[in-house]
């Protein structure tokens, strides 16, 4: 199973302040039971940009065996993180064309959401 992650950065952040909480996020993922961790699709940069665009630098695919678990653990990883921010990051979790969108919200909130997301991709 491959999950597509879309970190937005805060857009109050400048660049560098931006990519730090990414990078942590990438090295959490990385750090679980995950088959691999690697940059996201990203496409050319416009003509005259100076900089990566925040979504594509945010953009991480992370491929998981078939086992539940670990993709609980994986989307519990990013609720985590986003509780941890006093920042506004998003993330879009995107499996088979399915997309959740994590943001800052109250605990009960996330939690709720989390579980009928994984309940579709594990079948628990």
């Known amino acids: 199973m491959e999950v597509l992650l879309v970190i ?8 560098e302040a931006a990519e730090r909480p990414v990078r942590q996020l990438r090295a959490e993922i990385a750090g679980l039971d995950v088959d ?44 985590d993180w986003l509780g941890r921010s006093s920042a506004r990051h998003r993330v879009s979790v995107t499996i088979d064309g ?7 919200a109250s605990d009960a909130e996330r939690r709720d959401l989390v579980a009928a997301y994984i309940r579709r991709h594990t079948g628990s």
């Not at 050319?44 to 678990?69: E, N, Q």
Request: charged share 20%.
């Open 8 to 15: 937005a950065p805060d857009p109050e952040l400048d660049a």
């Open 36 to 79: 691999s961790v690697s940059p996201g699709p990203s496409g050319a940069a416009p003509d005259g940009a100076k900089g990566t665009d925040p979504l594509t630098l945010g953009a991480i695919v992370v491929a998981l065996s078939a086992s539940g678990g670990v993709f609980t653990a994986l989307v519990e990883t990013v609720r």
């Open 98 to 104: 399915d997309t959740i969108e994590l943001e800052r």
